[in-house]
């Protein structure tokens, strides 16, 4: 599996994404600038990546202005063609923006920019461990509509959920305030993800920390 990391003007977090994929996954990685338009290199087996980080400044609104950027004109018609595409963070913004993934991305409840560990539960798994991921955004709150949050219910949209460590999905856990304490989701054909929380910044021994590996061995088997 080949993976593209677009980079954009003020993503910080591209670097931290190859590192996890080249070094701890061992997979083939390619850097994609914003301005390029040509990913003919890349069939619906890989994976396009779009980091976190501040695209563009996030001004006007996080994601808003990367969504017109050549790169990501190129990245919808891949993923409308069944290619996979993962947005982490801003990455995730964008993803929304684009409309490659439904709802928005709101500024956090508490108003307050959110950087810490927390713990995530995949939805689809019983019984399931929590993973301690990293999370560090200002506008992380999940939100959409109720017709949009049923047909993520139905469709089994929605892949992961902020829990406590013991693994209960609470307002307690919730670092941000996002609706039914929604951390990740899919498009309904399952190749488009976004989530808040950072795997890439747990994946390595150094870091003390690996559940991130666990995220990417649960969205594209690889690990």
Same mark, same amino acid.
């Given at each position: 599996?080949?993976?593209?990391?677009?980079? =954009?003007?003020?993503?910080?977090?591209? +670097?931290?994404?190859?590192? @996890?994929?080249?070094?701890?996954?061992? &997979?083939? /990685?390619? $850097?994609?600038?914003?301005?390029?338009?040509?990913?003919?290199?890349?069939?619906?087996?890989?994976?396009?990546?779009?980091?976190?980080? =501040?695209?563009?400044?996030?001004?006007? +609104?996080?994601?808003?202005? @990367?969504?017109?950027?050549?790169?990501? &004109?190129? /990245?919808? $018609?891949?993923?409308?063609?069944?290619?996979?595409?993962?947005?982490?963070?801003?990455?995730?913004?964008?993803?929304?923006?684009?409309?490659?993934?439904?709802?928005?991305?709101? +500024?956090?409840?508490?108003?307050?920019?959110?950087?810490?560990?927390?713990?995530?539960?995949?939805?689809?798994?019983?019984?399931?461990?929590?993973?301690?991921?990293?999370?560090?955004?200002?506008?992380?709150?999940?939100?959409?509509?109720?017709?949009?949050?049923?047909?993520?219910?139905?469709?089994?949209?929605?892949?992961?959920?902020?829990?406590?460590?013991?693994?209960?999905?609470?307002?307690?856990?919730?670092?941000?305030?996002?609706?039914?304490?929604?951390?990740?989701?899919?498009?309904?054909?399952?190749?488009?993800?976004?989530?808040?929380?950072?795997?890439?910044?747990?994946?390595?021994?150094?870091?003390?920390?690996?559940?991130?590996?666990?995220?990417?061995?649960?969205?594209?088997?690889?690990?």
């Amino acid at each position: 599996m080949k993976f593209g990391v677009v980079v =954009f003007p003020g993503s910080n977090c591209d +670097r931290d994404m190859i590192e @996890a994929l080249k070094v701890d996954l061992k &997979q083939e /990685v390619i $850097e994609l600038w914003h301005k390029d338009k040509d990913i003919s290199k890349f069939t619906t087996d890989d994976c396009i990546v779009i980091p976190g980080g =501040f695209s563009y400044g996030d001004y006007l +609104r996080c994601g808003a202005i @990367a969504k017109f950027s050549l790169m990501m &004109q190129s /990245v919808v $018609e891949f993923a409308k063609k069944g290619g996979k595409v993962l947005g982490v963070c801003n990455g995730f913004q964008i993803l929304c923006e684009s409309g490659l993934l439904p709802g928005a991305l709101l +500024r956090n409840a508490h108003q307050q920019f959110a950087c810490k560990n927390v713990f995530i539960k995949e939805t689809a798994a019983e019984g399931g461990l929590p993973l301690k991921i990293p999370i560090a955004h200002g506008e992380g709150r999940y939100h959409a509509d109720t017709a949009t949050l049923e047909q993520l219910e139905m469709h089994r949209q929605i892949i992961y959920r902020y829990c406590d460590e013991a693994g209960e999905i609470t307002a307690a856990a919730n670092p941000n305030g996002a609706i039914h304490n929604i951390a990740g989701i899919c498009n309904k054909e399952r190749n488009v993800f976004g989530m808040m929380p950072h795997p890439e910044r747990a994946s390595n021994e150094a870091l003390g920390n690996k559940d991130g590996l666990k995220i990417f061995e649960h969205l594209f088997q690889i690990c």
